[in-house]
Each structure stands twice: as C-alpha cells, then as structure tokens.
C-alpha cells in the first residue's frame, strides 16, 4: 500500500518530475502554435499571391478601352483639327478639281472670289460631320486593335510594344478602310461645297450646309450618289490609314529607342516625338494616297446630266476611265495634282489629331492613346 505521506526527498523529485513534464509540454505546445501559425502565413501569402496574378492577367482585358469610347475621343481630336486644318483641304480639292499654276495662287484666288467663310472655310460642317464619320473609325478602331494586342503581348510575359510593323499597317488598312465606308457620304459633301466656290455663278450648287448638301443630292441624283467615287475613296484610305497610323507608330517606336526624345519619349510633353514621327508618315501616306485622291475628288465633283437629255453623258465612267482620261489630258504628273497642301495639311493634321487624342484619353481613362 503505498505511503500517503511521502518523505521530504520524494515531494521534492515529484515535484521536479512534474515541473519538467509541464515545461515539456508547453514547449510542445508553443512550437505546434508557431508551425501552425507559419502553415496560415504562407497559405494566406501563396492564395494571395496567385489571386494577384489571376487579378493581373484578367485585368489586362478588363482595363481595354471600350472601343466606343475610342471613337468618340477620336471624333472630338479630329474636329479639333479640322479647325485648323480645313482651308488646306479647300485648297486641295480645287487644286485637284481644276488648275492653278501654285498653292499659293489657288489660296489666294479662292480667298479673292469668296471670302473666308464662304472660300477657304467652305464645307467646314462637312468637315465635321466627316470627324465623325470617318475620323472616329479611322483612330478609334486603330487605338482599340493596338490595345489590345498590346495586352495580349503583356499577358504573354513580353514588352507591350513588341508588334510586327506588317500587322500595324494591317491595322491601318482595316480602321480606314471601315472608317472611309461609313465616311463616303460626308466626303462627297466635302468635295462639293469645298469646291462650290470655284464654279460659274450660273452653275453654283450653293448649299447651305452640309445636310442640305446630301439631301438635294439624294432628291436630284439619287441616295446612291451618296457613295459615289466609294471604291477610290475606300482604296486612298485604306492605304493613307495604313501608311499614316501604321509608319506614325513604327517610328514613334523606333525614336524612342534612339533616346534622342528623352525618357520614353516625353520630352517637351511628347510632342516633338509625334511632330517628326507624323512627319515621316504623312509623307509616306502622301505618296501612296494622292492619286486616288485626286481620282476621287474627280468622281465625286463631277456634274451628272439631267435624267432624259439625250447625248449628254457623265464625264467619267469610273475610277479607271478617269485615271485614264486625266493622265492623257494632263500627264502622269496630274495624280499629284495638290500634293503640297495635301502634305502640308495632313503633318499638322496628324500632329494636332494624334496629340489631342492622346491628352484627352489621358484625361478622361488615365491610359494613353496610343
């Protein structure tokens, strides 16, 4: 029977035994709380951590830019410019409607026969209306398709700007050719008020406005007057697009690499980058476009004869008839016809353009355009 009342010597080591035993399993304890608590630690930071890449990589396609909010910044940068720029488009169409021996003769003549409002600023609602149109097509889808390859190159791990410059100009030729489709009706009016100023008083046209333009010509030509010159028109921007936005992105790349513009091409704000990179492309797209657009001012100004006066026939069947006819009357050199003002309205055109596009999306997606 064991003794109820141990000796002094056996408390003290039934103590001792329980103290370690105690001590033993508190440590235990307290290194199974710690492990047990590392285990949640790094549990929580791995799902944190993979929930942030899901985030990332979902968020590229999230954070796109609705394409029609693309259009409408598009549309509001190019009437902006259109402000600026339109005299020279006035001066184009009647340089390539009929000859002047010198830009400057023409901007002179036209000022002198009908003013400014009614001369070099003929057609600005036509202008306008083309913005949006033609204009809002014409960037917007381009922006929208650089975006979202650029966020198919982020989610592939690799720089944002790594695009073939074949699928930029492929871009280009989709948005204007689009852009130019929906466009034609207010590049019809375009031409004709902007060269309305130059005819005999007897044979004036003298629209009002751009609307009152395109319904005379559906009640006195028919509604498909409206795409009349459609298939040069559609060529010249296909080409011009994919010269213009194409080239302007190439080089605005490439003269950020040369470093010659600053940290990622910001000095002065960017915009001696986009001035000599929308330079080179206007220049470019100058070359390929003006001869469908000469053909295309042709088309779309000609006087079409009254229904039933026999005899009497347009002056042009088509786009090849009319190539055909204006290289024999006036030599090859007449499908440049307007070439300086072309050139020299679309570099500022670009620059002003590209450049509001650019501030304004910034402003209102935080994101820039292109």
């Given at each position: 029977?064991?003794?109820?009342?141990?000796?002094?010597?056996?408390k003290e080591l039934l103590l001792a035994t329980m103290h370690s035993?105690?001590?033993?399993?508190?440590?235990?304890?307290?290194?199974?709380?710690?492990?047990?608590?590392?285990?949640?630690?790094?549990?929580?930071?791995?799902?944190?951590?993979?929930?942030?890449?899901?985030?990332?990589?979902?968020?590229?396609?999230?954070?796109?830019?609705?394409?029609?909010?693309?259009?409408?910044?598009?549309?509001?940068?190019?009437?902006?410019?259109?402000?600026?720029?339109?005299?020279?488009?006035?001066?184009?169409?009647?340089?390539?409607?009929?000859?002047?021996?010198?830009?400057?003769?023409?901007?002179?003549?036209?000022?002198?026969?009908?003013?400014?409002?009614?001369?070099?600023?003929?057609?600005?609602?036509?202008?306008?209306?083309?913005?949006?149109?033609?204009?809002?097509?014409?960037?917007?889808?381009?922006?929208?398709?650089?975006?979202?390859?650029?966020?198919?190159?982020?989610?592939?791990?690799?720089?944002?700007?790594?695009?073939?410059?074949?699928?930029?100009?492929?871009?280009?030729?989709?948005?204007?050719?689009?852009?130019?489709?929906?466009?034609?009706?207010?590049?019809?009016?375009?031409?004709?008020?902007?060269?309305?100023?130059?005819?005999?008083?007897?044979?004036?046209?003298?629209?009002?406005?751009?609307?009152?333009?395109?319904?005379?010509?559906?009640?006195?030509?028919?509604?498909?007057?409206?795409?009349?010159?459609?298939?040069?028109?559609?060529?010249?921007?296909?080409?011009?697009?994919?010269?213009?936005?194409?080239?302007?992105?190439?080089?605005?790349?490439?003269?950020?690499?040369?470093?010659?513009?600053?940290?990622?091409?910001?000095?002065?704000?960017?915009?001696?980058?986009?001035?000599?990179?929308?330079?080179?492309?206007?220049?470019?797209?100058?070359?390929?476009?003006?001869?469908?657009?000469?053909?295309?001012?042709?088309?779309?100004?000609?006087?079409?004869?009254?229904?039933?006066?026999?005899?009497q026939r347009p002056m042009y069947n088509g786009m090849m008839d009319?190539?055909?006819?204006?290289?024999?009357?006036?030599?090859?050199?007449?499908?440049?016809?307007?070439?300086?003002?072309?050139?020299?309205?679309?570099?500022?055109?670009?620059?002003?353009?590209?450049?509001?596009?650019?501030?304004?999306?910034?402003?209102?997606?935080?994101?820039?355009?292109?």
């Open positions: 029977m064991p003794n109820p009342n141990p000796s002094p010597i056996n035993h105690s001590g033993s399993d508190s440590s235990h304890a307290s290194s199974s709380s710690s492990s047990s608590i590392f285990m949640n630690t790094t549990t929580k930071s791995s799902n944190s951590n993979s929930g942030l890449v899901r985030n990332s990589q979902s968020s590229n396609d999230k954070d796109v830019i609705s394409l029609p909010t693309r259009m409408v910044l598009s549309a509001v940068s190019g009437m902006g410019a259109a402000i600026v720029c339109h005299p020279l488009d006035v001066i184009r169409v009647q340089m390539q409607t009929s000859h002047f021996p010198s830009t400057w003769n023409a901007a002179t003549t036209i000022y002198r026969t009908a003013g400014f409002q009614n001369g070099l600023y003929a057609g600005i609602s036509a202008a306008f209306l083309r913005q949006w149109l033609y204009g809002s097509c014409r960037m917007g889808i381009y922006s929208y398709l650089l975006e979202k390859e650029q966020s198919k190159n982020l989610q592939r791990g690799v720089s944002k700007n790594d695009i073939a410059f074949a699928t930029k100009l492929g871009m280009g030729c989709i948005s204007g050719g689009i852009g130019s489709l929906a466009g034609t009706p207010s590049e019809v009016a375009l031409v004709r008020m902007s060269a309305d100023s130059k005819l005999p008083l007897a044979d004036r046209r003298n629209y009002t406005g751009v609307f009152n333009c395109l319904s005379r010509i559906a009640k006195e030509e028919g509604v498909r007057m409206w795409w009349r010159g459609a298939t040069p028109t559609v060529a010249r921007a296909t080409l011009l697009s994919s010269a213009s936005l194409g080239v302007t992105s190439q080089a605005k790349a490439e003269l950020i690499q040369s470093g010659y513009f600053g940290k990622d091409g910001q000095w002065a704000g960017g915009i001696p980058l986009l001035f000599c990179a929308t330079l080179v492309s206007s220049f470019c797209a100058n070359v390929v476009a003006n001869p469908f657009d000469v053909i295309k001012s042709r088309l779309q100004n000609m006087a079409v004869p009254p229904t039933g006066q026999n005899h009319c190539f055909a006819k204006s290289i024999k009357a006036e030599g090859l050199s007449v499908l440049w016809a307007g070439f300086v003002p072309a050139f020299i309205k679309l570099a500022p055109y670009s620059v002003i353009s590209l450049t509001l596009v650019d501030k304004l999306t910034k402003a209102v997606t935080g994101k820039d355009a292109f």
